[in-house]
């Protein structure tokens, strides 16, 4: 099953029957938009996310060709644990995409530090690769997830909706995962060109339908904050995600 339903202009929500079939569609087109930047502009700006969902799409991504030397791999949040931790996103990604394809270009976030630091630090990094007047780069993709309760990134419900900085430094408890995190802010999504969104699993259907809902609540489901001014936003879900729809 595979279809695409157009909710607003800017954003398309493609249903897949699993998460094989929803990380192979996403594999091709993040080959798609990574060919297309790296012919226009020299190189392929990634932000990654973190969690379960997008390990399958890595482990698709290592098997691929593509001019590696030009992807410039950030991350969307971080918990701040080793990298040798289970619950380290670039541990995670290292083992299943940065092994295979070889280590180049990787602006990873400074888990070893406390969030604030690690924020500030990866502030400073994000302004290397700014695109003025912002003080961060326009990501060709970010890639992000969304949790049960709605967060994405790092930004939980109840976090403030209004920010003025690149990063935040954030404590919070979600499943069994390390609290203390580095997050993007949606200053920095809302600038990138395209934002995948990964979901699989019944357990975000509820929330995926109000997120997608025209209630707009940003305050209480995140990921209702992700609206990109001048981007394109794709939803790949699962069937199962996509029950409520
Ligand atoms: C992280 C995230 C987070 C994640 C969601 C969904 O914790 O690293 O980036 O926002 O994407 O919690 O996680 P799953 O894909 O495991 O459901």
Not at 9 to 26: D, G, K, M, P, Q
Not at 80 to 102: E, H, R, S, W
Not at 179 to 188: C, D, E, I, P, Y
Request: aromatic residues 10%; hydrophobic residues 40%; glycine residues 6%.
């Amino acid at each position: 099953m595979r279809y695409n339903q157009i909710v607003k202009s800017n954003v398309t929500i493609n249903v897949l029957s699993n998460l094989e079939e929803l990380s192979e569609a996403a594999k091709i087109s993040f080959l798609e938009i990574a060919n297309e930047s790296i012919q226009k502009r020299g190189r392929f700006l990634i932000s990654l996310s973190g969690g379960n969902t997008p390990m399958k799409l890595y482990e698709k991504l290592a098997h691929e060709k593509l001019a590696w030397e030009k992807v410039y791999f950030f991350w969307g949040d971080e918990r701040c644990v080793p990298v040798d931790d289970a619950g380290n996103c670039y541990g995670q990604t290292k083992k299943i995409l940065f092994d295979k394809i070889g280590q180049t270009n990787i602006q990873r976030i400074e888990s070893d530090l406390e969030p604030a630091s690690a924020a500030k630090a990866y502030a400073n990094t994000l302004k290397d690769f700014a695109e003025p007047p912002l003080d961060w780069p326009r990501f060709d993709l970010a890639l992000l997830g969304m949790g049960d309760d709605g967060h994405t990134a790092s930004l939980f419900p109840g976090s403030p909706v209004e920010v003025n900085s690149a990063t935040v430094a954030v404590v919070a408890n979600y499943q069994d995962r390390p609290a203390n995190r580095v997050s993007l802010t949606q200053n920095v999504f809302n600038t990138a060109r395209n934002i995948f969104f990964l979901v699989s699993g019944s357990s975000k259907a509820e929330t995926l339908k109000k997120v997608l809902s025209s209630e707009y609540a940003p305050l209480e489901l995140p990921a209702q904050r992700i609206d990109p001014q001048n981007g394109k936003v794709v939803w790949f879900v699962d069937s199962a995600a996509a029950s409520l729809l």
